[in-house]
């Protein structure tokens, strides 16, 4: 069963254009780096010199999977945030929620990088606040 929690957001003109970036998780770094690797190791196959088996197992494989990391977190290290915003990607994220037993969840944690907008979000949410289902912190 999926639950669908509906509040506003009132992001500034600015900060708009983050609220769709996520934030890179572990998983998503290492598709990307392996999809890179597999596109790596295809060109070596097709364009690189012949080298024997065991020297592409144990040399060309680990600096190819070497390479693709440092190529995706280098790109993941070079956004920057632009004039205006505290974060490259979203200004809120979840940092925890309450639950009870089995899986019914019983309130949010929402963790702010902006303290402006963190203000902002309680004012436009004050009843959700004041029942106590969403607590507003900074990150």
Same mark, same amino acid.
């Given at each position: 069963?999926?639950?669908? @929690?509906v509040l506003p957001f009132p992001y500034c003109e600015i900060c708009a254009i983050t609220a769709n970036r996520r934030r890179p998780s572990v998983l998503g770094v290492?598709? *990307?780096s392996s999809l890179l690797s597999l596109i790596f190791g295809m060109f070596w196959? $097709? $364009?690189? %010199? !012949?080298? %024997?088996?065991?020297?592409?197992?144990?040399m060309v494989v680990p600096i190819l999977i070497a390479l693709? $990391?440092?190529l995706v977190?280098?790109?993941y290290a070079l956004r920057k945030r632009s004039k205006g915003q505290t974060s490259f990607y979203q200004p809120v994220k979840l940092k925890k929620t309450?639950?009870?037993? %089995?899986a019914d969840v019983t309130g949010l944690e929402l963790a702010f990088?902006? %303290? !402006?907008?963190? !203000?902002k979000f309680s004012l436009a949410n004050q009843s @959700?606040? @004041?029942?106590?289902?969403?607590? *507003?912190?900074?990150a």
């Open positions: 069963m999926e639950i669908k @929690v290492i598709a *990307v196959i $097709f $364009f690189g %010199p !012949q080298l %024997p088996e065991e020297q592409i197992i144990y693709s $990391f440092s977190l280098g790109s309450g639950h009870r037993w %089995p990088t902006n %303290p !402006q907008y963190a !203000q @959700v606040l @004041v029942a106590k289902k969403l607590k *507003v912190s900074s």
